[in-house]
């Protein structure tokens, strides 16, 4: 009886993982990447026009067709996602040439219009680059807004702070195509250059600015 022990089997699995991405390619040809759940689906946001307030006046989604259309939710007294958002915003709004930024055009939705006037978000918004402005409406206008763009938001108490009540909302960035189309949906955190690369990307497929 040999006292040796066996010698030991290959396992499969190394030969899997190149078999499993050829096939995940495959799929990416034949089918295209895939559709995230909240994007589709009829009961899916539809990113339809709406028209809020802001200090000069009513506007309108659609008052910016033929632009690209930044769009976030948020609000002015937001410690640290809103800022961090406007700012990559701001960053790459200075980094596009004049005539790509003339057919740009920004709108800051605010959740919290309790707290934020016109006059309130006007200034905070300018603050970021003037091509931002400032809208928002009634608590329902603005929740049925956030409601047709899948956007979620609530109030937390927080009776520790001066301010009484910070809100949870989603941080995404829509990118509004000159179409009126969503164009993009993309994640908090994104580095400036990013961004950049994504505003050149939908501006490419917009017309040139008239005037």
Same mark, same amino acid.
């Given at each position: 009886?040999?006292?040796?022990?066996?010698?030991?089997?290959?396992?499969?699995?190394?030969? *899997?993982?190149? @078999? %499993?991405?050829? #096939? $995940?390619?495959?799929?990416?040809? +034949?089918? /295209?990447?895939?559709?995230?759940?909240?994007?589709?689906?009829?009961?899916?946001?539809?990113?339809?026009?709406?028209?809020l307030?802001?200090?000069?006046?009513?506007?309108?989604?659609?008052?910016?067709?033929?632009?690209?259309?930044i769009?976030?939710?948020?609000?002015?007294?937001?410690?640290?996602?809103?800022?961090?958002?406007?700012?990559?915003?701001?960053?790459a709004?200075?980094?596009?040439?004049?005539?790509?930024?003339?057919?740009?055009?920004?709108l800051?939705?605010?959740?919290?219009?309790?707290?934020?006037? *016109?006059?309130? @978000? %006007?200034?905070? #918004? $300018?603050?970021?680059?003037?091509? +931002?402005? /400032?809208?928002?409406?009634?608590e329902?206008?603005?929740?049925?807004?956030?409601?047709?763009?899948?956007?979620?938001?609530?109030?937390?108490?927080?009776?520790?702070?001066?301010?009484?009540?910070?809100?949870?909302?989603?941080?995404?960035l829509?990118?509004?195509?000159?179409?009126?189309?969503?164009?993009?949906?993309?994640?908090?955190?994104?580095?400036v250059?990013?961004?950049?690369?994504?505003?050149?990307?939908?501006?490419?497929?917009?017309?040139?600015?008239?005037?």
């Amino acid at each position: 009886m040999d006292p040796r022990p066996p010698p030991a089997r290959p396992r499969p699995w190394p030969l *899997l993982v190149p @078999l %499993a991405l050829i #096939a $995940a390619l495959v799929g990416l040809l +034949i089918w /295209g990447p895939a559709r995230p759940a909240w994007l589709g689906g009829a009961d899916g946001p539809r990113f339809g026009d709406f028209a809020l307030q802001s200090a000069a006046g009513p506007v309108r989604l659609s008052d910016h067709a033929g632009k690209v259309v930044i769009v976030y939710f948020g609000y002015a007294s937001c410690p640290d996602v809103c800022p961090t958002t406007l700012q990559t915003v701001q960053g790459a709004l200075k980094r596009l040439p004049p005539e790509d930024r003339a057919r740009i055009a920004g709108l800051f939705i605010s959740v919290d219009p309790e707290r934020d006037t *016109l006059a309130r @978000l %006007a200034e905070y #918004a $300018a603050f970021f680059d003037p091509k +931002i402005v /400032g809208v928002t409406g009634t608590e329902a206008e603005v929740r049925a807004v956030a409601e047709d763009w899948g956007v979620d938001f609530a109030k937390v108490p927080q009776p520790e702070s001066a301010l009484g009540y910070a809100v949870d909302h989603s941080g995404l960035l829509f990118l509004v195509g000159p179409d009126g189309e969503m164009a993009k949906a993309l994640p908090h955190g994104l580095p400036v250059e990013v961004l950049l690369a994504e505003l050149r990307d939908v501006l490419a497929k917009a017309p040139p600015a008239k005037g």
